[in-house]
């Protein structure tokens, strides 16, 4: 009978605990979001020296910790796999990929341990929608176009839930925003303070709570006009390949301008108000819903149809007008949004566009520009759900729905009036929904207090639009959430002209 050697059967045990405690660790591991409080500072493009210097105040304030990011839409030309090309753009054309950066510790802290191991080993992450879209798998080599024009080649090191990164399509650490060239900061994240009574207070004393600045709180609800993030946009509307022309102008691949655009591109009239405009298929039918729901709420009259005609509309591809270089597509890009009396209604200004269809358009699903950070009243962008009845504080036409209680405050400055603007020549009597209301209105009733050029006027009349049904596209349902899920995505800076 052969004796076996003490010491090698501890050896043996010794091996197999080992090698049971490393499993874990070499299966693959879902990324779990982060569950903290935390806060994005942003202005309509780059942070500010001004944002920046308070918001670094108010985090020495709070004992807290913050890190700048860095967003933008970068292009693709291929998805490798072991050499394999799985897909590649057409020759001199890219793809739209939104790309944000993050430190290590903010993306641990933010988002979740695992993205940041991922970042700190100098792969990148990439959004579950993103990867479903183009059959992108861990292990997959991503080439981008650098802001230089060279080709810069990352590795795939986790797919993770959307929501995970906050709407970010692409996940990268600094070093790799370096070799991409992406050197403007577009927010300041910060987290680790003991409360969210001392964030607010810490805020208001560094003046963060204005106009100028977005503060996004990880404990948001929704807003009834918060866009989609661009993965959400590619996989309602689809992906085209472009070209970077002359100026902010892009070259959107002929094909599919033919196949998604109505009208090949050129400009096609809607029924009933005479609104002439290239729009996305998906799109175009909602946008004629609404119409004919202005129509036949007796508000023809506050469409300018010659205005809107001549300097509105749908498709217009180029950049985003207020990213300057940082090189955030247009929405208009996609012919998702339709621009309407524009002269009353210029990027910055005090919304002069009637509340009543604002409320039509975000029934048909539809977000509004007018609560913008950089207000855009001519501005309706498709978001495919309807928005007319998510109770949030809004600056600008409220939608008359009960403001549910969370943890945070307006999103806009004590002082400033919840109110729809108005000019004492305009014949059209507007109205706008009472954020005070205890009921959730019809989607046919717009509960309204009457404003005047004094402001509003309280327990006014409710306005009451009466019109046949209107068949448009059919719409999600719309579930207010956390603006988590939206936080990091490469355009929110800038919301999404």
């Given at each position: 009978m052969t004796r076996r050697n003490p010491l090698v059967l501890v050896g043996v045990l010794v091996a197999l605990v080992v090698g049971l405690l490393a499993f874990p660790m070499l299966a693959p591991r879902p990324a779990t979001a982060a569950s903290i409080d935390y806060v994005s500072l942003n202005n309509k493009s780059e942070l500010s020296s001004a944002t920046a210097q308070a918001g670094a105040n108010a985090t020495t304030q709070l004992g807290a910790h913050a890190a700048n990011g860095r967003s933008a839409t970068v292009g693709m030309t291929r998805l490798l796999r072991g050499g394999t090309v799985v897909q590649a753009a057409p020759d001199t054309y890219r793809y739209p990929m939104g790309v944000t950066s993050m430190a290590i510790d903010a993306a641990a802290a933010t988002m979740s341990p695992d993205v940041a191991n991922v970042l700190a080993g100098g792969q990148i992450v990439l959004g579950s929608t993103s990867a479903n879209m183009r059959g992108a798998q861990v292990g997959d080599v991503v080439e981008l176009i650098a802001a230089a024009g060279n080709l810069v080649q990352l590795t795939i090191g986790m797919i993770a839930p959307d929501a995970t990164i906050g709407g970010a399509e692409i996940v990268v650490g600094d070093a790799q925003a370096d070799a991409l060239g992406l050197t403007i900061v577009t927010r300041m994240v910060v987290w680790g303070f003991a409360s969210r009574s001392a964030l607010e207070d810490a805020l208001n004393t560094n003046g963060l709570i204005s106009t100028t600045v977005r503060v996004n709180r990880s404990w948001d609800i929704a807003s009834p006009d918060s866009n989609l993030s661009l993965s959400q946009t590619k996989a309602l509307l689809g992906e085209f390949p472009y070209q970077i022309t002359s100026g902010d102008t892009i070259h959107i691949l002929p094909s599919w301008v033919a196949a998604n655009i109505s009208?090949?591109?050129?400009?096609?009239?809607?029924?009933?108000?005479?609104?002439?405009?290239?729009?996305?298929?998906?799109?175009?039918?909602?946008?004629?819903?609404?119409?004919?729901?202005?129509?036949?709420?007796?508000?023809?009259g506050a469409i300018n149809v010659s205005n809107s005609n001549q300097?509105?509309?749908?498709?217009?591809?180029?950049?985003?007008?207020?990213?300057?270089?940082?090189?955030?597509?247009?929405?208009?890009?996609?012919?998702?949004?339709?621009?309407?009396?524009?002269?009353?209604?210029?990027?910055?200004?005090?919304?002069?566009?009637?509340?009543?269809?604002?409320?039509?358009?975000?029934?048909?699903?539809?977000?509004?520009?007018?609560?913008?950070?950089?207000?855009?009243?001519?501005?309706?962008?498709?978001?495919?759900?309807?928005?007319?009845?998510?109770?949030?504080?809004?600056r600008y036409c409220p939608t008359g729905a009960p403001v549910p209680p969370y943890g945070g405050?307006?999103?806009?400055?004590?002082?400033?009036?919840?109110?729809?603007?108005?000019?004492?020549s305009d014949p059209v009597q507007r109205t706008i929904p009472d954020p005070n209301a205890t009921t959730v209105p019809s989607s046919t009733t717009v509960p309204a207090t009457t404003t005047t050029a004094a402001g509003a006027v309280p327990g006014a009349r409710p306005a009451v639009i009466e019109s046949p049904a209107i068949q448009a596209a059919p719409l999600a349902e719309a579930v207010p959430m956390s603006q988590r899920s939206v936080m990091f995505g490469s355009d929110g800076f800038s919301d999404g002209d």
């Open positions: 009208g090949g591109g050129v400009r096609t009239p809607f029924a009933g108000i005479g609104i002439v405009a290239a729009c996305h298929n998906t799109v175009r039918p909602a946008i004629q819903a609404a119409l004919s729901q202005v129509a036949a709420s007796g508000l023809s300097y509105g509309g749908c498709f217009n591809p180029r950049f985003n007008r207020l990213s300057g270089n940082i090189g955030g597509l247009s929405r208009h890009a996609w012919a998702m949004a339709i621009d309407m009396n524009t002269t009353a209604n210029p990027q910055g200004g005090v919304p002069q566009m009637d509340c009543r269809v604002v409320q039509i358009f975000r029934h048909y699903g539809f977000a509004w520009g007018g609560n913008f950070l950089f207000s855009d009243g001519m501005h309706f962008e498709y978001v495919g759900q309807a928005r007319d009845q998510i109770g949030y504080p809004s405050l307006p999103a806009f400055p004590p002082g400033l009036k919840v109110a729809n603007p108005v000019r004492a």
